[in-house]
Structures are given as C-alpha cells and as structure tokens.
C-alpha cells in the first residue's frame, strides 16, 4: 500500500524527473541519476511509468565506440498538445504548441465586438475545431490557458477588463462545462513573464518583464512562483503615480505612469505633434532614421518617464532579471543604454535589464507553456526558445 507520504514523494519525484529530461533534451537512466539523486531503482520504476503512459521515448543512440550504445530518453513531444489563447482588443490569438513547447500551429481572428456571449461563441468554434484535429494523439488537449488584458482574481474570475467592460466573469466554468478541458486563466502581464522564466531566462529566480503596449503591465515571477498579492491584482504598476496632478487617467487618478510611458501615450504625443491620426511604427521609425528633432524630443522624454518607473521599480523588488518589451524601444537607437544611464542611483540595483526576446507573442507562448507545466506536473519547466526539439 502506498501511504500519503510515499504518494507524495513519487509525485514530487516524477516532477524532478520530467523536468530535467526536458532540460537535457535526451538523457540517459544513468545520468537522469547523477542529475536528479534520485536511485537507479527509483529512475528505473519511474520511467518505466512514464513509457507505459507514453509521455516519452526511448532512442538508441549510434555511435562508433565500443561499449554498449546508451539508451536515451526523450519528452514525447507528440503525447499532446496545449492551446494557449489571448484574448486583446481587437483580435484573439490561438496558439497550439506540443509538450515541448514548440508552436505547431497559429492563428489570429480579427474581432470587432467586446460582447461576452459572441467572444464565448468565437472561442467554442475554434477550440472545437483544434479538438477535433488533435483527438487522435495520446493526451488530445492537455489543457488551455487563456490571457485576459485585465485583473484576474486568484478564483480566477475576471474581475474586470478595462477595454471590454466586463466585470465578474466565469469563463474559466463557461469553457470547462463545454469541453472536458482543464482551463485556466491568467493575466496577460504574467504570462509574459512566465515565458520569459520559461523559454529565455532560465537562471532568472526573481524576474520582472513590463510591456509597454495599450498600458502598461507588469509580470512577477519569484522563486518560480507568479507574485499576485492579496487579490490577485498585484502588478498594475502602469497606475503609480510619477507625476502628482499630472494628466488625468481613467483609473481615477492623475499623472499614472502609463499617461507618460506606455506607447499609446507616446503614439498621441507623436499624433498631436505631426497632425496625423493613424501612425504607425513605420513612420515612427522614417522620423527617426530621418533625425527628426520634434520626435527624438518626445522619445527622449520616453525613455525619461520610463526610467523613472523603472527605477521606482527596481528599488521595491531588487530584481535578478528585468525585461521590457516595447516595440518603440526596438526601433529607438541604444534605448537600453540610455535607460540603464538612466539607473545611476547608487541604491537601485538588478542583474540584468534587457529587451524582450519573445515580443509581443510572450503572451500565448507563455499560456501555452503554463498549459503544459500544469499537464506534467512539474515544479518548473525550462523549454528552449530556439529549438524545443531534442537533437536526433
Ligand atoms: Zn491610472
């Protein structure tokens, strides 16, 4: 009979144990040993689990030594497959990776309505679809994991969502009741940051990573854990104050943060200042190669109002990893170098402050990632950014 402790520690073992023949790609029983502490006997019975289950794979390695070939095991990729859904302005994006974390396929669907019951019925017909055409593999869709541009309360009701007006919204209940799924949802902040810990930064154990996009979010991730606070809500950083009766946000206050430093505030300076309605990054970038004086002022300003949050920043987390993501920081010249000149104070201190990799799909990718962390059951997960697939 197996005891609740026992349980426990085979469970716990199991984590260890996946996780680091993810990390390795492929390994062998022997070194799973050396890496985990774990016994042969314990490598030996618990893989030959994970085999029954199909969740990996054996390969005899070729090689021209002498000696027997080591057996290696790998992830099986192909076991199943996590759908990773946001849900933005606009457009919903769907991202359907394997367990490796490696994007099979992709799609976006232009949306001109924030109307709950047409968004639910949108989401029904797509993942229905990605059911049906993934039924055939051993697990199906292991999970999804929807981002929400908005605060997401630790029961994971949608609390409430600024740009769509919805308040108190089960849709975690509205999706699992249709689909013998398990789902989850997360705000879109920390699954940036999630995919950052998870696919880039993967010594990262206290990493920040703000997106400067419609505002301004910020994701926690600390000791491998999201940082959500008493609600849930922790992260809003986009309504501190840097500005005392600056201009008027419509969280109530004056003079939040992302009224100066989030880049629709800076693409409504740059249009006041051009007389021009639609920009884009385009003829952002044209003024910039151009040298326009009037819009290197306005993203000099930028990256002044960042810094300033920035630093604010890093003086209350002392962070290891800080990442920005902010495609008018991508196309400014050293951004980075000027913002770092920017954090000369001699207390504020971080390892590293760097652009996003990932970009703006941080989002899915990181929601695709947590559907699989949460399907294996693994205390963390370091997947590769540039290759998921172990090396044959
Ligand atoms: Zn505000």
Same mark, same amino acid.
């Given at each position: 009979?197996?005891?609740? #402790?026992?349980?426990?520690?085979?469970?716990?073992?199991?984590?260890?144990?996946?996780?680091?023949?993810?990390?390795?790609?492929?390994?062998?029983?022997?070194?799973?040993?050396?890496?985990?502490?774990?016994?042969?006997?314990?490598?030996?019975?618990?893989?030959?689990?994970?085999?029954?289950?199909?969740?990996?794979?054996?390969?005899?390695?070729?090689?021209?030594?002498?000696?027997?070939?080591?057996?290696?095991?790998?992830?099986?990729?192909?076991?199943?497959?996590?759908?990773?859904?946001?849900?933005?302005?606009?457009?919903?994006?769907?991202?359907?990776?394997?367990?490796?974390?490696?994007?099979?396929?992709?799609?976006?669907?232009?949306?001109?309505?924030?109307?709950?019951?047409?968004?639910?019925?949108?989401?029904?017909?797509?993942?229905?679809?990605?059911?049906?055409?993934?039924?055939?593999?051993?697990?199906?869709?292991?999970?999804?994991?929807?981002?929400?541009?908005?605060?997401?309360?630790?029961?994971?009701?949608?609390?409430?969502?600024?740009?769509?007006?919805?308040?108190?919204?089960? %849709?975690?209940?509205?999706?699992?009741?249709?689909?013998?799924?398990?789902?989850?949802?997360?705000?879109?902040?920390?699954?940036?940051?999630?995919?950052?810990?998870?696919?880039?930064?993967?010594?990262?154990?206290?990493?920040?990573?703000?997106?400067?996009?419609?505002?301004?979010?910020?994701?926690?991730?600390?000791?491998?854990?999201?940082?959500?606070?008493?609600?849930?809500?922790?992260?809003?950083?986009?309504?501190?104050?840097?500005?005392? #009766?600056?201009?008027?946000?419509?969280?109530?206050?004056?003079?939040?943060?992302?009224?100066?430093?989030?880049?629709?505030?800076?693409?409504?300076?740059?249009?006041?200042?051009?007389?021009?309605?639609?920009?884009?990054?385009?003829?952002?970038?044209?003024?910039?190669?151009?040298? #326009?004086?009037?819009?290197?002022?306005?993203?000099?300003?930028?990256?002044?109002?960042?810094?300033?949050? %920035?630093?604010?920043?890093?003086?209350?987390?002392?962070? #290891?990893?800080?990442?920005?993501?902010?495609?008018?920081?991508?196309?400014?010249?050293?951004?980075?170098?000027?913002?770092?000149?920017?954090?000369?104070?001699?207390?504020?201190?971080?390892?590293?402050?760097?652009?996003?990799?990932?970009?703006?799909?941080?989002?899915?990718?990181?929601?695709?990632?947590?559907?699989?962390?949460?399907?294996?059951?693994?205390?963390?997960?370091? %997947?590769?950014?540039?290759?998921?697939?172990?090396?044959?």
């Amino acid at each position: 009979m197996i005891t609740g #402790d026992a349980a426990y520690i085979k469970k716990i073992n199991r984590g260890l144990i996946i996780k680091e023949i993810i990390k390795e790609g492929m390994i062998s029983r022997a070194d799973l040993s050396k890496a985990t502490d774990l016994t042969r006997a314990t490598i030996s019975a618990q893989v030959a689990d994970l085999l029954d289950e199909d969740l990996i794979v054996e390969t005899q390695l070729e090689h021209n030594s002498v000696g027997r070939k080591p057996i290696m095991l790998s992830l099986n990729g192909q076991a199943g497959y996590a759908l990773g859904i946001d849900i933005d302005y606009g457009r919903i994006s769907f991202t359907l990776s394997n367990l490796l974390g490696c994007s099979v396929t992709s799609s976006i669907k232009e949306i001109n309505t924030t109307d709950y019951s047409e968004i639910l019925k949108l989401l029904y017909k797509t993942i229905k679809k990605y059911k049906a055409k993934y039924a055939d593999s051993r697990y199906g869709i292991v999970g999804i994991v929807i981002a929400i541009h908005g605060l997401v309360g630790k029961d994971e009701l949608i609390h409430f969502v600024p740009r769509f007006k919805w308040k108190d919204i089960n %849709l975690k209940n509205d999706i699992e009741k249709e689909f013998e799924i398990d789902v989850h949802l997360e705000n879109n902040a920390n699954l940036s940051a999630f995919a950052e810990r998870i696919f880039v930064h993967h010594e990262a154990d206290n990493l920040l990573s703000a997106t400067f996009h419609s505002g301004i979010g910020l994701g926690m991730m600390m000791k491998n854990e999201f940082f959500r606070g008493h609600d849930g809500f922790a992260g809003e950083i986009g309504h501190m104050i840097v500005v005392p #009766d600056g201009k008027q946000c419509n969280c109530g206050n004056k003079g939040c943060w992302e009224k100066y430093a989030s880049e629709s505030s800076i693409f409504e300076f740059l249009s006041q200042e051009k007389q021009i309605p639609n920009l884009t990054y385009e003829n952002i970038q044209r003024w910039i190669d151009e040298g #326009d004086e009037a819009v290197h002022k306005i993203m000099e300003r930028f990256i002044y109002y960042l810094s300033i949050g %920035l630093n604010n920043m890093i003086n209350m987390y002392n962070p #290891d990893v800080l990442v920005l993501d902010s495609e008018l920081l991508r196309i400014y010249p050293d951004s980075i170098n000027k913002i770092r000149n920017n954090l000369t104070s001699s207390i504020s201190h971080y390892r590293e402050l760097t652009l996003s990799a990932i970009g703006k799909k941080s989002c899915v990718m990181g929601a695709c990632a947590l559907a699989i962390k949460n399907f294996l059951d693994v205390p963390i997960l370091n %997947l590769s950014y540039e290759n998921s697939y172990p090396k044959k």
